[in-house]
Each structure stands twice: as structure tokens, then as C-alpha cells.
């Protein structure tokens, strides 16, 4: 029984030496959230291993503040509550000091709204473009380096219109994405000479949408511009559209650009169907990108990796230019290390970047998906490339402007 009492105050003693112990300096954490499953579960994988590129960049040459960087990623769902619930885990639960993410409108908004703004955490997406992102109240905490529907909306009307196509009917899905894409390509249509046939809403989920495929039909228009989900509704649209005949031309948004559209579709009816994304196809950023890319077995091409990247590079250099992990200061640094003036960081250069940080110089980070210079609102203007299905499979056809 002594030794008993001996042996348990000896631990007692051992482990309030550990507690008054500094311990020793923890990983910098960030997090990433995206639709791992839901309607761009696809989409999403290729996004997440663009983030990973840039922390393995990082982590090779130092870390950040001299530590690992370490990308704890949540599943969001492309819906709102699960967001939410993404969000909630990373700030309060794996105490994160910013965020990659998220990747659907919605779901970024609602991670951002219920979680990352009240625990001051800047938050960072590399895809969501509804124009309802800017005017959400975000204490300048929510940012997105890709940009913003309205402008996309605007290049894919004009891009249509030079095909010599005046028609066109409209099919998006009923959420934030879908509903501000479609009001941003309708709108400069029609300001541009177009005819809008008719542009109509549709859920998600649906097994069946033959009845909104004849609807639009049934309007005469040879051309149907879907704007939705490639493993989501978007795609069943487009395979019963296909197999009815019912047009002629397919134009696409944003996220429709994945090869697993073409599932169970005969390609010929799809053959020169084109879409205008975000991303840059030329410059510096983009080709060390993809460089790197192919060199780590990642498709280059692949949509809103380059972004992925571009975000998860700069959360990273906005931490190191604040000096510490706290997420007090972040958003202030980002906008700093994201612009003019300063010496010009790529992708990959993050010993350079450390030093010139350490040395009390600025850096203005050119990314992989172009210039992220950020407007008042976390927004950036962003570029724009064409691209087109030969043979089965999306390719890149030069910019789109």
C-alpha cells in the first residue's frame, strides 16, 4: 500500500512538472472545407490536391514560422448546413488559424456567416462565385480568389454571342451559384443583342427532368446553356437532353467542366459544347503551376486547382507576414502580401518570400490562377479561359475575355 502511495505521488508530482513545462510549439493548422460529397463530389478532390501542393511547397522549404503546416480538411457537402457544421469543427474544434474554403457558394456563406467571422477567422475560397458573397457582413474575414459570377456571367454571354449564337435557353440549379450565374448571363445577353428564350430554376436530386428539358425545348432555342453540377443535376440534364435531341449546341458553367459529365452520354452530341471558366492559361503563375502540377501527378488543368493553391500559398504567407498563428491580424496580412507594392512572389517561392518577410520587405503574390489583388469587398477581378469538349474530354482553348 506504500509503495502503492509512493508510485501515485510520484505520478502527480511528474505530471504537474509537465503542466508548468512549456510544451513543445504545436503544428500551424489550417482548414480546408469542401463538397467531398453531394453534387461536386467529383469537382472536389483534384480542388483539395491543389491546396495540398502548396503545403508540401511550403513544407519543404521551412514551414510556416519554422513549423509544419499541417491542412485538416471537412467535409461541407455543397449545402449550406453541412458548411456550417465544416466550419463549426475547424474554428472550435481543431482550432485552426484560417481557412481554404469553401468551395460551393452557399457553403461558403454559411461556413463563413455561422463560424469563421464569429471566431475571427479569415477564410479564404477558391471557387465560390455568387455575387451574393460580397455583400455578405464578413469584418473583412471572407475572401475568394476566384472571381465573382457577375463578371463570369458577362464573359460567357459575349462568348456565346461571338459564336454566332443569338438564341439561347437557360438551365440552372435553384441556389446561389445557379441563380446569380444565370441572372449575371441573362442580363448580358440581352444587353449584348441576344434573346433569352427562357431561363428556368431546377433542385437538385431529381432523378428525372424531362419535363424542365421539354419545357426549354419547347421554346425553339437550339442552344441550351446549363449552368449546375457536373456529377450532380447538370449532368442528368444534359445525358436526357442528349438522348431526346432536343438542341443542337451545349454551353456550360463553371461546374460542369469535369470529364465524368460525359458518363453514359454519347460524346458526339457534345462535341464542341465550351464553357469560360476562371483561370489563367498563360503567364508565369500558371505555367510554374503546371509544371509542378504534372510533376506531382496532378492534372493542371483540372478546375479551380490553380486557385486551391493560389489560396492555401497565400493563408500561408498571410500567417508568416503576421508573425504569429493567432488568427488576429491575418486578413490585414493577406491583403498585404496579395498586392502592390512588392517584390513579385510565384508559386513555389516560398524561401524567398520568408526572407524578404523576415528582412521587413513587401511581396505581392502572382498566383497560379493569375493577379489576386483584392478589392474592398475580398474580391478579385480574375481572368478567364475557354474551354471545349474534343473527343470526350474538356480542353483549354486559350483566354476568354
Not at 465560390?128 to 464578413?138: G, H, Y
Not at 443535376?233 to 443542337?248: C, H, K, L, M, P
Not at 451545349?250 to 469560360?276: H, R
Not at 500567417?319 to 517584390?343: F, M, Q, T, W, Y
Request: glycine share 12%.
Amino acid at each position: 500500500m506504500q509503495i502503492l502511495k509512493k508510485t501515485l505521488l510520484t505520478a502527480i508530482a511528474i505530471a504537474a512538472l509537465s503542466a508548468a513545462t512549456p510544451t513543445m510549439a504545436q503544428n500551424v493548422k489550417i482548414g480546408f472545407i469542401g463538397g467531398f460529397t453531394g453534387p461536386i463530389e467529383n469537382l472536389v478532390p483534384p480542388i483539395f490536391e491543389g491546396s495540398k501542393l502548396a503545403v508540401a511547397h511550403i513544407n519543404e522549404q521551412g514551414g510556416v514560422l519554422g513549423q509544419t503546416l499541417e491542412l485538416i480538411s471537412s467535409d461541407g457537402g455543397c449545402d449550406s448546413t453541412l458548411g456550417a457544421s465544416a466550419a463549426d469543427k475547424l474554428v472550435n474544434t481543431d482550432q485552426v488559424t484560417a481557412i481554404v474554403g469553401a468551395v460551393c457558394s452557399g457553403e461558403t456563406i454559411a461556413a463563413a456567416s455561422n463560424a469563421a467571422i464569429p471566431g475571427n477567422v479569415t477564410i479564404v475560397s477558391p471557387s465560390a462565385s455568387s455575387p451574393a458573397v460580397t455583400t455578405v457582413e464578413d469584418n473583412d474575414l471572407l475572401f475568394r480568389v476566384s472571381p465573382s459570377d457577375s463578371y463570369q456571367g458577362d464573359v460567357l454571354a459575349r462568348l456565346i454571342l461571338s459564336k454566332g449564337i443569338d438564341t439561347i435557353a437557360v438551365s440552372y440549379i435553384n441556389n446561389d451559384y445557379g441563380k446569380g450565374l444565370a441572372d449575371a448571363v441573362v442580363a448580358s445577353f440581352e444587353a449584348n443583342g441576344g434573346t433569352v428564350a427562357a431561363s428556368e430554376g431546377h433542385e437538385e436530386g431529381k432523378a428525372d427532368y424531362r419535363a424542365e428539358v421539354g419545357s426549354l425545348a419547347a421554346t425553339g432555342a437550339e442552344t441550351l446553356v446549363v449552368l449546375a453540377y457536373a456529377s450532380g443535376s447538370g449532368q442528368t440534364i444534359v445525358r436526357q437532353a442528349t438522348e431526346g435531341g432536343d438542341f443542337v449546341n451545349y454551353v456550360f458553367g463553371d461546374g460542369m467542366i469535369d470529364n465524368a459529365l460525359m458518363t453514359g452520354i454519347d460524346a458526339t452530341a457534345l462535341e464542341g459544347a465550351f464553357a469560360s471558366p476562371p483561370g489563367a492559361p498563360d503567364g508565369p503563375g500558371a505555367a510554374i503551376y503546371a509544371e509542378a502540377a504534372e510533376a506531382a501527378g496532378l492534372d493542371p488543368t483540372a478546375i479551380f486547382s490553380p486557385q486551391a493553391y493560389d489560396a492555401a500559398f497565400m493563408v500561408a504567407l498571410a500567417i508568416e507576414k503576421n508573425g504569429s498563428a493567432d488568427r488576429e491580424g491575418v486578413s490585414a496580412a493577406l491583403r498585404s502580401i496579395a498586392s502592390a507594392p512588392g517584390e513579385v512572389i510565384l508559386p513555389g517561392e516560398w524561401e524567398k518570400a520568408v526572407a524578404l518577410l523576415a528582412a521587413g520587405k513587401d511581396i505581392n503574390y502572382e498566383g497560379a490562377g493569375g493577379s489576386q489583388d483584392f478589392d474592398e469587398n475580398g474580391d478579385v477581378a480574375g481572368s478567364y479561359n475557354e474551354q471545349k469538349i474534343e473527343n470526350g474530354e474538356f480542353v483549354i482553348v486559350g483566354p476568354a475575355s
